[in-house]
């Protein structure tokens, strides 16, 4: 069993960078795969980012590549993900989850195991 919670969303100008955090508690974070996905108003949950468990291998959906930087720490139960150059269609709630599934196919699925209750994050124009 996994728990997962998130903070560091907010309001912040188109531009502008935030970065999310997701606190994991239990001794067993080192063996899942975690990912951030975002769902905004009227669409379908999706995945943002990804990391392997060892944090070697990342995965960025096309619209953040090169904006935003997914990490982790196995010691502090912590994954990160630091969002630059915010636009106004990254508006969304923002979800930690984790995975027991292998890296490879858990970019591939939302059918993550353990979420978090999810951040707000507000991008103004």
């Known amino acids: 069993q996994v728990q997962l919670v998130e903070s560091g969303g907010g309001l912040v100008q188109a531009g502008g960078s935030l970065r999310l955090s997701c606190a994991a508690s239990g001794r067993t974070f080192s063996m899942y795969t975690m990912g951030w996905f975002r769902q905004a108003p009227g669409k379908e949950r999706a995945l943002v980012a990804a990391i392997s468990l060892g944090g070697a291998s990342t995965y960025y959906t096309a619209s953040v590549k090169d904006r935003f930087t997914i990490s982790r720490d196995n010691a502090k139960n912590t994954v990160w993900l630091q969002m630059n150059n915010l636009k106004a269609e990254d508006t969304a709630v923002y979800y930690c989850?984790?995975?027991?599934?292998?890296?490879?196919?858990?970019?591939?699925?939302?059918?993550?195991?353990?979420w978090g209750q999810g951040t707000q994050v507000t991008v103004s124009s």
């Open positions: 989850a984790a995975t027991n599934k292998a890296f490879n196919a858990a970019v591939r699925t939302r059918e993550y195991d353990y």
